[in-house]
């Protein structure tokens, strides 16, 4: 058993004061008042007696609740006996797997390094290869030979995505708990800034008792990072958009006057073997440079593709070059069902207008079933009887297929008597739901003869009238989105078709069909893609990243690399571009501030190790003081019921034992 | 099935809440006499004792009329109530009285005379009260007047324990004034040597006096409780002792009660009733005691 804090053992001194009460408490004899003094011998008490310790179990208890508080505030605690006697330490070695390690020589020197370390380090310790980037991948171990770490060094190679250190440092705490002896991490990084996590507790962990960092940047590095966009309104022309951001790694021996050099950097805009647009750029390190490149002539061929790329060379050459499809401003296609009902006439017409407006939207309006609808359409608008119990299957079916489907009520007004001449308005609205409702103006909205929808148990309605009848509901389909919305849209059972409101209402439901069926446009190297179901997906080399079993369920897939992917469907071919993250490219190195404060724990812990001459394992004094060590068993956990245990015990025997005379006399 | 006397009575601790002495010496005779009136050997006032023959000079008031009208003679009807007795209450109030649980020996005594008051007033009996501690404090001369029980009653509300001892003196100064015959009843704790109690009771007693000495006591004074070594202060001469806890379980409790044997046979010379009292007992003995002591004298 060994100390936190010995010191506090001067608390033991206390020990004489229960000692010397029960000692000489007797000295000073009780005074009582006794009628007569007449009959009476005067005692002198005897030596013997006056020296006699009394009362000895209360005294035991005092003089333990005593040993306890003092051993209590030294921290005793114990070292967990080591299972793996024969290794000494167990080695991580991890290296930076993220896309900054691709710049000039920076991944040969952390494999040179992690090599070196593997023959350097002792044959009794145990080593381990991790590589991080957006996650942490055990590599190999020296558990069959080390020639199998090196093999898989070998193996390895730098990727696209970004690193987080912070994810690193916990995921490698987790690793270091797997281990009783202590575990030693190298780390080989190229100490980038933009991988430090938000919150630089993050950083430390506890379970690692030594570290060392290695650092791959020697040399003062350069890059910027491209990045583009282009847009057509028309169809002829095309806008491109470039920007630009200028970074470097200034390692501390190199020269800082580079920092602020001038540099000259050319943009040229291809396609093809065609050049669109070039132009040159001085930039320096931190600047941010955005040009716009408008009116460029869109080549000619189905989905041309545009290359944007920067001449001159700099640190990572990854991030030189971009691949642009020419993203067009087209209406949304939607069809709306409609049957032989005349009545649905002026709901036909009031919708195309509400969903035309701003050329959002094309309706085209088909006669018959949802089986009838082109296969490319992923909206539909649909005229159901809702007083029923069940919408029609064909909906249903069509909604199945990761479609949205819009249905309102066609029923047949049963009585015009009925009708409210006043009308209710819009009552409960739910805020809540992403068709953002409550930022819609209902003020005006009358509703005049509501029909008895039927709602079901999973129903979640969106909208209410004053008097709680139902108008919009989401319906609950196992893939696709089911709108309900319970009004005829004639213009004569409510005002709703007539008011801006009704405008607002359907964009926002457009807005809500596209958001759950997208594919996104562009997605960051790494990011996870969400698939729907039935759709294929190519990578930049146009091979198949789906095979036949995935291509049937609904999952996701992440794409680490970057590039033009194609999304192929049922309903058509999208491109997907993959970017590389901005953040990754930026080379600017951790500040020696950050990284003091990083490696401060870690010294602390190796100088706490050092100073006790004991054979017990380096640990973190914070995590002792918590009592939250691996390698220590901290004993207060036993010693506070026991003290309060003793105390209560004092008290209660105390007050018993005593003879105190209460009656006054 | 009749309850016995003692458990008719209050306890001195319940009796001390009653607050007022008259009350407390009400509640405590009507106890004791309620179980009484039905015995021949005990009378109070109003109670018949004899006929005796009309002499010159009796009062015609008590003349049996329905005796002369059956027998033509004259008798006189004589009841216990009028033995016309003087009781005086002598009620030691030294600072040693002050001691005691659950009650003082000094609330004791005081509801002992006020209770003893009371029931000689019923008997129409002249009251005297006095006072002492080293010296005589208050005394009231024996009198028949109906307010001689309110005044001792006031006086002995008021009484509150004093300073030391000193009874040898006080019943000197009392014997001058009591003249009267009649009873003498000393209320104490006796903390003086026996023959000088006897020398200090002997020429009441030779005097024509009968005496009744009630020797009012408290359980912790006969049989210290003290486990450990105590300074022990004597509440008159304030003057502490220590004292070892053996010798009050075996020294200090013989030399007591040797004293107040020595006290009770002092008494039993000079011919004087004793009694003893204790703190934490009614008074329904003391009463009983008093009564036969009345009885056997005859008064």
């Given at each position: ?380 608008l649909a005229a159901q009887d809702l007083t029923l119990p069940s919408i029609a299957l064909d909906v249903l079916q069509f909604v199945d297929t990761d479609a949205n489907a819009m249905v309102f009520d066609d029923s047949i007004s049963e009585s015009t008597s009925n009708v409210d001449i006043q009308g209710v308005g819009v009552g409960l609205v739910d805020e809540s739901h992403p068709l953002g409702l409550g930022q819609i103006d209902w003020f005006g909205a009358r509703f005049y003869d509501v029909g008895a929808m039927m709602l079901q148990e999973d129903d979640r309605v969106l909208l209410e009238t004053d008097d709680r009848q139902p108008l919009l509901v ?56 969400s698939l729907p179901a039935n759709v294929q997906l190519f990578d930049p080399d146009n091979k198949s990243l789906l095979a036949l079993a995935d291509n049937a369920r609904i999952g996701g897939i992440a794409l680490d690399r970057p590039g033009l992917y194609k999304v192929v469907s049922a309903r058509g071919e999208q491109s997907l571009r993959v970017l590389l993250d901005s953040g990754e490219t930026d080379l600017s190195l951790i500040s020696g501030d950050a990284m003091e404060a990083w490696n401060a724990r870690y010294e602390d812990a190796e100088i706490a190790t050092s100073n006790e001459e004991t054979n017990d394992l380096p640990v973190d004094p914070l995590l002792v003081m918590q009592g939250d060590d691996v390698n220590r068993y901290s004993l207060w956990f036993w010693l506070l019921p026991l003290l309060v245990m003793a105390m209560l015990t004092e008290s209660v025997f105390a007050n018993r034992r005593l003879d105190v005379r209460r009656d006054g006399s | 099935m009749s309850t016995p006397i003692s458990n008719r009575l209050l306890k001195p ?287």
């Amino acid at each position: 058993m060994s100390l936190l804090f010995p010191a506090y053992l001067i608390g033991l001194a206390g020990l004489f004061l229960p000692w010397l009460l029960h000692r000489f408490s007797d000295q000073q004899p009780e005074e009582q008042l006794f009628p007569s003094r007449q009959f009476l011998e005067p005692t002198a008490p005897p030596v013997s007696r006056k020296r006699a310790l009394k009362h000895w179990l209360l005294l035991a208890l005092r003089v333990l609740s005593i040993l306890l508080l003092s051993f209590l505030f030294a921290q005793p605690w114990l070292s967990k006996t080591v299972d793996n006697a024969q290794a000494d330490v167990h080695h991580l070695i991890s290296i930076d797997q993220s896309l900054s390690m691709r710049a000039d020589g920076r991944w040969a020197r952390a494999v040179e390094r992690a090599d070196a370390l593997i023959g350097e380090l002792p044959d009794s310790d145990t080593i381990e290869l991790v590589a991080f980037a957006r996650d942490v991948n055990r590599i190999a171990d020296d558990s069959e030979s080390v020639n199998t770490l090196r093999f898989a060094l070998k193996a390895l190679e730098p990727l696209y995505t970004s690193a987080d250190y912070g994810v690193m440092m916990q995921r490698l705490n987790q690793v270091a708990g797997e281990y009783s002896q202590p575990v030693k991490v190298w780390l080989i990084s190229d100490q980038q800034q933009s991988s430090l996590p938000a919150q630089l507790n993050a950083l430390y962990a506890p379970e690692v008792s030594l570290w060392d960092q290695y650092s791959v940047v020697q040399d003062a590095q350069e890059n910027v990072h491209l990045s583009a966009s282009a847009q057509s309104d028309d169809g002829a022309n095309v806008r491109v958009s470039v920007q630009l951001r200028a970074s470097s790694a200034q390692p501390d021996s190199s020269d800082s006057a580079q920092e602020n050099a001038l540099t000259t950097h050319t943009i040229q805009v291809r396609s093809d073997d065609q050049l669109l647009v070039e132009e040159t750029l001085s930039m320096q390190s931190g600047d941010v440079i955005s040009r716009v490149f408008d009116d460029l002539v869109i080549p000619p061929g189905e989905n041309p593709v545009l290359r944007v790329s920067l001449l001159e060379v700099d640190a990572l050459s990854e991030d030189n070059e971009v691949s642009l499809t020419i993203d067009q401003t087209n209406p949304t296609p939607v069809v709306l069902l409609q049957s032989e009902r005349t009545s649905q006439d002026g709901a036909a017409v009031f919708l195309t207008t509400a969903l035309e407006t701003d050329s959002l939207a094309s309706v085209q309006a088909i006669a018959g079933t949802a089986e009838r609808v082109p296969p490319e359409t992923v909206h539909i608008l649909a005229a159901q009887d809702l007083t029923l119990p069940s919408i029609a299957l064909d909906v249903l079916q069509f909604v199945d297929t990761d479609a949205n489907a819009m249905v309102f009520d066609d029923s047949i007004s049963e009585s015009t008597s009925n009708v409210d001449i006043q009308g209710v308005g819009v009552g409960l609205v739910d805020e809540s739901h992403p068709l953002g409702l409550g930022q819609i103006d209902w003020f005006g909205a009358r509703f005049y003869d509501v029909g008895a929808m039927m709602l079901q148990e999973d129903d979640r309605v969106l909208l209410e009238t004053d008097d709680r009848q139902p108008l919009l509901v989401e319906r609950s389909t196992q893939r696709g989105t089911l709108l309900l919305l319970n009004d005829r849209l004639d213009g004569l059972s409510s005002n709703l078709p007539l008011q801006p409101a009704f405008v607002s209402l359907m964009q926002a439901v457009l807005a809500y069909f596209d958001a759950s069926t997208a594919i996104p446009d562009q997605l960051i190297a790494g990011s996870r893609l969400s698939l729907p179901a039935n759709v294929q997906l190519f990578d930049p080399d146009n091979k198949s990243l789906l095979a036949l079993a995935d291509n049937a369920r609904i999952g996701g897939i992440a794409l680490d690399r970057p590039g033009l992917y194609k999304v192929v469907s049922a309903r058509g071919e999208q491109s997907l571009r993959v970017l590389l993250d901005s953040g990754e490219t930026d080379l600017s190195l951790i500040s020696g501030d950050a990284m003091e404060a990083w490696n401060a724990r870690y010294e602390d812990a190796e100088i706490a190790t050092s100073n006790e001459e004991t054979n017990d394992l380096p640990v973190d004094p914070l995590l002792v003081m918590q009592g939250d060590d691996v390698n220590r068993y901290s004993l207060w956990f036993w010693l506070l019921p026991l003290l309060v245990m003793a105390m209560l015990t004092e008290s209660v025997f105390a007050n018993r034992r005593l003879d105190v005379r209460r009656d006054g006399s | 099935m009749s309850t016995p006397i003692s458990n008719r009575l209050l306890k001195p601790d319940v009796l001390a809440r009653l607050g007022s002495l008259e009350l407390i010496a009400r509640t405590v005779v009507d106890g004791v006499t309620t179980g009484l009136h039905r015995s021949p050997h005990f009378g109070f006032s109003q109670e018949f004792a004899e006929y005796r023959a009309y002499n010159e000079g009796d009062d015609l008031r008590y003349v049996d009329w329905n005796v002369y009208a059956r027998t033509d003679r004259t008798y006189i009807k004589r009841f216990q109530g009028e033995t016309n007795t003087a009781v005086t209450l002598l009620l030691d109030a030294s600072a040693s009285m002050g001691f005691g649980t659950p009650i003082s020996k000094l609330d004791q005594a005081l509801y002992l005379c006020a209770s003893l008051a009371y029931m000689a007033r019923k008997q129409h009996d002249a009251l005297g009260l006095g006072i002492f501690d080293e010296q005589v404090r208050n005394f009231l001369a024996p009198s028949s007047r109906p307010d001689s029980m309110v005044r001792a009653m006031a006086l002995l509300e008021r009484t509150e324990a004093g300073s030391g001892t000193d009874i040898l003196n006080a019943l000197e100064s009392l014997r001058a004034s009591m003249t009267r015959r009649g009873l003498v009843i000393v209320v104490s704790d006796a903390y003086a040597n026996a023959d000088d109690l006897m020398s200090a009771l002997q020429p009441l007693a030779h005097g024509g006096q009968d005496v009744a000495f009630f020797h009012v006591l408290d359980k912790e004074e006969i049989e210290p409780s003290l486990s450990r070594i105590s300074a022990l202060k004597d509440l008159e001469t304030e003057e502490s002792v220590i004292v070892d806890p053996a010798f009050l379980q075996n020294g200090y409790r013989a030399k007591f009660q040797a004293h107040c044997e020595s006290v009770k046979n002092a008494c039993q010379r000079i011919g004087a009733d004793y009694s003893q009292v204790l703190t934490s007992d009614p008074l329904d003995s003391a009463l009983q005691s008093y009564l036969r002591f009345r009885e056997r004298r005859g008064r």
